[in-house]
């Protein structure tokens, strides 16, 4: 059964920093590029950032570019999204998700269940 599973959300203070990571199992995810997208209250998801297959290739948004860093570690079947300088604007519910070469801009095949994320003081 294929699954992905987020952790590390959680509630932070404005400027703190939180580590979510993404297990997979049920397939390779090591042959899957790997997105993180998230979903504030009454906004359209929308994507966060994106690693390939080897971590050779990243993508990020405009509004987490230097904050944000996406990586993976394919032995262990998971992906991490490090976020620092957290602000408020950055709270939603983050989800993972996996699909063959779609960094960036490609459809995802498989999804994770998502994490909150508060960011308030």
């Known amino acids: 059964q294929v699954q992905l599973v987020e952790s590390g959300g959680g509630l932070v203070q404005p400027g703190g920093s939180l580590r979510l990571s993404c297990a997979a199992s049920g397939f390779r995810s090591a042959t899957y590029d790997i997105a993180w997208f998230r979903q504030a209250p009454g906004k359209e998801r929308e994507g966060v950032s994106c690693?390939?297959?080897?971590?050779?290739?990243?993508n990020y948004r405009d509004s987490v570019k230097g904050r944000f860093t996406i990586s993976r570690d394919n032995a262990k079947n998971t992906a991490y999204l490090q976020m620092n300088s957290l602000k408020s604007e950055d709270t939603a519910v983050y989800y993972c998700a996996a699909a063959v070469s779609s960094c960036p801009g490609g459809k995802y095949e498989y999804w994770g269940q998502g994490t909150q994320v508060t960011v308030s003081s």
């Open positions: 690693i390939s297959t080897r971590g050779g290739s990243t």
